[in-house]
Every structure is written in C-alpha cells, then in structure tokens.
C-alpha cells in the first residue's frame, strides 16, 4: 500500500477544508447553536423525552450528528465535483494510488471535518447547558460511523454529479432529509405509527439514536441493533464506491 500517497492525499483534503473554517466550521456551528437557541427557548420545559433530561440537553446530541452528517457529505463530494468541473481531476488519477487508497484518502479526511464540527458545537454549547457523557466509546463509535457513511455517500455523489446542481440536488433531495427525518428533534416515539415504523427504514436514525445513547445511556432502540444497522450500511456502501472507484465511473471518461 502507498502510505505516503494516501497520506499526502488525506492531508490536501483536509487542508482544503481548514482554509476555508469560516465557512465548513464556524458557519455550521452557527446555524446549530440557531437551532438550539430557538427550540430551546421554546420547548424547554415543556416536552422531556428521557426521564432527567431538559429538552435543551437532548437536542445537542442530535444537532452534533445532523452538523456531522451534512458536512462530511459536503467535503468529500465537493472535494470531488471541484475537481471535474476545474479539470485538476487528472492530477489525482494520474497519481499512484489504488482505488482503496483515494477511497480511504477522501472518506478519512470527510470524518475529520464531521467531527471536528461536532466537537465544536459540544465545546460551545457545554457552558450554558450540562450534557453528561454516559458512554464515550459509544459517542466515538457512533461519531466516527455516523461521519463515515456521509463520507462514502458523498464520493458516489462526487463521481455521479457532472454539474454542481446536481450535487445539491443529492444534497437537498437525499442527504437533507434523511438527516431532518431521523429523531434529530424528537424521539420517534412520539410519532404515529405509519411515521415511527418508516423512520427504521432510515439509517440515520441508527446513527443519532446510537450516539445519544452515548450521551445519557437512554434510547430508542437497542444500541447494538443501531450499531449492527450503521456498520451493515456502512460496509455495503463501501463495497459499491470501491467498485465504482475501480471501474472508474463518471472519473475516467
């Protein structure tokens, strides 16, 4: 394996995001703590999900996997449409990577900039509001996996999309409410029926139940079923982008 090679492409991707932190860090942090601040102000109070936990407290968790979720998506498609659209593309196909090592290279650098934003709205939420940590490697396997399969799902965006539209449309149409429909706000418990037995078929809702487990040891589902379900997900996804990436869909053509 080229472990040079595959360092030096994880590092351009991860500095291309650290370039740019006002916009793939502090702004994602600001539209979370929005978030919090006007349903916080709202329900707080009034709606309790876990026994002991304010509603303020419960929605971090979730608001720190949405922010994850969406902008390890961002990274890795963009990184990848950027490339088609200014040509430079040809430079990191001609380079001496396998198709397992760009793989690795963009997923890697896509869960860095998942959980570096989730670590910044904990950081900033922490002094106004007690959010305990029942479980912390089920907070890091939950955040890693949850920052991961965007990750993978935003290189098959990146090699499927030939325009930017498109791109968002993946973005506004799969990714946007996948993520708003998981639990993010509520428990879905509280939903009726038809709704509560449909978000199961959503593999978000794994990945925000299980890391919420890990914050106050209270959850929806069994945490080990929502492991099994997002490392199943991740695995079969993971299979399809290598096979993609080797066939060299939409990248060689």
Same mark, same amino acid.
């Given at each position: 394996?080229?472990?040079?090679?595959?360092?030096?492409?994880?590092?351009?991707?991860?500095?291309?995001?650290?370039?740019?932190?006002?916009?793939?860090?502090?702004?994602?942090?600001?539209?979370?703590?929005?978030?919090?601040?006007?349903?916080?102000?709202?329900?707080?109070?009034?709606?309790?999900?876990?026994?002991?936990?304010?509603?303020?407290?419960?929605?971090?968790?979730?608001?720190?996997?949405?922010?994850?979720?969406?902008?390890?998506?961002?990274?890795?498609?963009?990184?990848?449409?950027?490339?088609?659209?200014?040509?430079?593309?040809?430079?990191?196909?001609?380079?001496?990577?396998?198709?397992?090592?760009?793989?690795?290279?963009?997923?890697?650098?896509?869960?860095?900039?998942?959980?570096?934003?989730?670590?910044?709205?904990?950081?900033?939420?922490?002094?106004?509001?007690?959010?305990?940590?029942?479980?912390?490697?089920?907070?890091?396997?939950?955040?890693?996996?949850?920052?991961?399969?965007?990750?993978?799902?935003?290189?098959?965006?990146?090699?499927?999309?030939?325009?930017?539209?498109?791109?968002?449309?993946?973005?506004?149409? !799969?990714? /946007?409410? #996948?993520?708003? &429909? *998981?639990?993010?706000?509520?428990?879905?418990?509280?939903?009726?029926?038809?709704? @509560? $037995?449909?978000?199961?078929?959503?593999?978000?809702?794994?990945?925000?139940?299980?890391?919420?487990?890990?914050?106050?040891?209270?959850?929806?589902?069994?945490?080990?079923?929502?492991?099994?379900? !997002?490392? /199943?997900? #991740?695995?079969? &996804? *993971?299979?399809?982008?290598?096979?993609?990436?080797?066939?060299?869909?939409?990248? @060689? $053509?």
């Amino acid at each position: 394996m080229n472990l040079v090679g595959l360092y030096t492409l994880f590092y351009k991707e991860v500095l291309r995001f650290i370039k740019v932190l006002l916009q793939t860090l502090l702004a994602p942090v600001l539209t979370a703590l929005l978030y919090l601040v006007v349903f916080g102000q709202v329900l707080e109070g009034r709606l309790q999900v876990f026994p002991g936990v304010g509603y303020t407290a419960f929605l971090i968790p979730g608001l720190m996997m949405m922010s994850t979720l969406q902008n390890a998506f961002a990274n890795s498609s963009s990184s990848l449409i950027q490339s088609k659209v200014t040509g430079n593309l040809v430079f990191i196909l001609l380079a001496p990577l396998s198709h397992l090592e760009l793989f690795a290279a963009f997923v890697a650098a896509a869960v860095v900039r998942g959980l570096l934003v989730a670590l910044a709205i904990y950081l900033v939420a922490l002094p106004f509001v007690e959010v305990p940590v029942h479980n912390i490697a089920a907070v890091l396997a939950f955040g890693v996996l949850g920052a991961a399969v965007p990750g993978v799902l935003g290189v098959i965006a990146g090699m499927w999309a030939e325009k930017f539209d498109q791109l968002a449309g993946f973005q506004n149409f !799969v990714i /946007l409410p #996948l993520s708003f &429909l *998981s639990g993010v706000f509520y428990s879905v418990h509280s939903l009726p029926g038809f709704w @509560r $037995d449909l978000s199961h078929f959503n593999p978000f809702f794994y990945m925000i139940d299980g890391f919420r487990y890990g914050f106050f040891g209270d959850s929806d589902v069994d945490p080990i079923l929502s492991l099994a379900v !997002v490392l /199943l997900f #991740l695995v079969g &996804l *993971s299979m399809l982008t290598l096979v993609l990436l080797r066939r060299g869909y939409k990248l @060689r $053509d």
